[in-house]
C-alpha cells in the first residue's frame, strides 16, 4: 500500500524550531518530488515547500524562504521539514504530500495523514 | 503568484442531483489545474488533474473540463459520499496555489 505518515508536529513558542519528518512506503520514494503542503482554517490549503527526487532542486513559499529546509532521505524513505524561527501563522496541520508523474504537472497524488504544528506561548 | 477563485465558496444540493463548481485563474495556466475532495479531519484526495484526466479509482460522475483561465468540475449525480469540501490547484508554476474551496453540504 502506497502510504505517507507525517510525525515531528507539537506545541511551541514563537521564535522555536520544530522538525517534521514524513515516511514514505509502498512506492519508491527515490523516483517521486515531494511537497508540504499546509492547511490552516483561516487560510485554506497552502503550498510551503517542494523538492525534486535527488535534492538537487528546492523551492520554497516566500512566507518560510529562510526559516525552513526541505530536506530528503532516499536511503531512509524520509523527507523532512526542519522549521525554525516559528510564528504564530505558522500554526497548522502539515501534510506531506507526493507529486505525480510526470512531477511537472504539479499534482499531488499521494498525502499523508497530517501533522498538527501550534505556534503559541 | 497566480490566484485561484473559486465559486461558489458553498453549495446545497440534494443526493441525486448535477453540481457545477468553477475555477478561475488570474492568468492562463494552460491545462495545469487539479480538483481534490477533502473530508472533515481528512487529507485532501486527487480526483482530477490536468483538468480533466480522472484519478485512478475515482467515480466516473466527476468530471473536469477547461483551458487557460476557466474549469469547471462537475458531479453528474450527487451521491451521499460526496459531501464534502473540493479544492482546485494550479500546477502551472511555483508558488503552486489553492483554490479557496467549495463546502458541499446536504439539502
Known amino acids: 500500500e502506497v502510504q505517507l505518515v507525517e510525525s515531528g508536529g507539537g506545541l511551541v513558542q514563537p521564535g522555536g524550531s520544530l522538525r517534521l519528518s514524513c515516511a514514505a512506503s509502498g512506492f519508491t520514494f527515490s523516483s517521486y518530488w515531494m511537497v508540504w503542503v499546509r492547511q490552516t482554517p483561516g487560510k485554506g490549503l497552502v503550498w510551503v515547500s517542494r523538492?525534486?527526487?535527488?535534492?538537487?532542486?528546492?523551492g520554497y513559499a516566500d512566507s518560510v524562504k529562510g526559516r525552513f529546509t526541505i530536506s530528503r532521505d532516499n536511503a531512509k524513505n524520509t523527507l523532512h521539514l526542519q522549521m525554525n524561527s516559528l510564528r504564530a501563522e505558522d500554526t497548522a496541520v502539515y501534510y506531506c504530500?507526493?507529486?505525480?508523474?510526470?512531477?511537472?504537472?504539479?499534482?499531488?497524488?499521494?498525502w499523508g495523514n497530517g501533522t498538527t504544528v501550534t505556534v503559541s506561548s | 503568484d497566480i490566484q485561484m477563485t473559486q465559486s461558489p465558496s458553498s453549495l446545497s444540493a440534494s443526493v441525486g442531483v448535477r453540481i457545477i463548481i468553477t475555477c478561475r485563474a488570474s492568468q492562463s495556466i494552460n491545462s495545469f489545474l487539479n480538483w481534490y475532495q477533502q473530508k472533515p479531519g481528512k487529507a485532501p484526495k486527487l480526483l482530477i488533474n490536468?483538468?480533466?484526466s480522472l484519478q485512478s479509482g475515482v467515480p466516473s460522475r466527476f468530471s473536469g473540463s477547461g483551458s487557460g483561465t476557466d474549469f469547471t468540475l462537475t458531479v453528474s449525480s450527487l451521491q451521499p459520499e460526496d459531501f464534502a469540501t473540493y479544492y482546485c490547484q494550479q500546477g502551472f508554476s511555483t508558488p503552486l496555489t489553492f483554490g479557496g474551496g467549495t463546502k458541499v453540504e446536504i439539502k
Open positions: 490536468t483538468a480533466s
Open positions: 523538492i525534486n527526487s535527488d535534492a538537487s532542486s528546492i
Open positions: 504530500a507526493r507529486l505525480g508523474l510526470p512531477y511537472y504537472y504539479y499534482y499531488m497524488d499521494v
